[in-house]
């Protein structure tokens, strides 16, 4: 496996509001390193320009946090932050967003919104895409039995990018050319 540590990213930077859009073109697989025909069918029809409408459910939503080992924190955003995980079972890295689910009282519905958003991405090469979500549920009184215990999470795990987003590469570079685009 190649070791994504090495790559620049703009590790630890808060911005709000903005969506990076998908820098490689390699073909994605679900955790399993398998490509769903559900995927296969969206991948072509977003190739022919046809509008995307979502599925049901096109990730994985039973799997749990041992499955990934957490190496280092990628960034931060407004829901919470993202670390670079690699999945232990297909050996492929990832980035995986944390999201403490006390602070979605009041953002709820925005991070529903971000779920689907990364949903509907499976198959479109233009837009960074979700593998799988998953959640840890904690008894109420274990994290005062055990601090080591923490409050409820989200888990988003999706692809992982190098290099960091458009909007740093845009910062600094201004505007990109046509080729570079296309
Ligand atoms: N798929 C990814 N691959 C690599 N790094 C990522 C990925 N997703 C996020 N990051 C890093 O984590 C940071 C925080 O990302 P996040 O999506 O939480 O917030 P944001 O898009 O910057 O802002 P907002 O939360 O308002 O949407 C990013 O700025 C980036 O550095």
């Not at 679900?30 to 190739?47: A, F, I, V, Y």
């Not at 990730?59 to 690699?86: C, D, N, P, W, Y």
């Not at 109420?140 to 290099?163: H, V």
Request: proline share 4%; aromatic share 8%.
């Amino acid at each position: 496996m190649e070791n994504p540590t090495t790559t620049e990213t703009s590790c630890g930077k808060k911005r709000t509001g903005k969506k990076r859009q998908r820098e490689k073109t390699e073909e994605k697989k679900g955790p399993d390193g398998s490509e769903t025909e559900e995927h296969l069918k969206r991948k072509k029809k977003c190739e022919e320009g046809a509008t995307i409408h979502p599925v049901v459910s096109p990730m994985e939503t039973s799997i749990s946090l041992e499955r990934f080992a957490i190496h280092k924190t990628l960034g931060q955003g407004s829901f919470g932050k993202v670390v670079l995980a690699s999945d232990q079972i297909t050996n492929k890295w990832l980035a995986m967003k944390i999201i403490d689910k006390q602070h979605l009282i009041e953002s709820a519905s925005s991070c529903l919104v971000e779920r689907r958003v990364l949903e509907i991405a499976a198959g479109c090469k233009f837009l960074t895409h979700a593998y799988a979500t998953f959640q840890t549920e904690v008894p109420t009184l274990l994290p005062y039995i055990n601090p080591l215990f923490k409050q409820d999470r989200l888990f988003f795990a999706m692809e992982y990018l190098s290099g960091g987003d458009l909007y740093d590469y845009l910062d600094k570079n201004g505007r990109l050319d046509l080729s570079t685009t296309t």
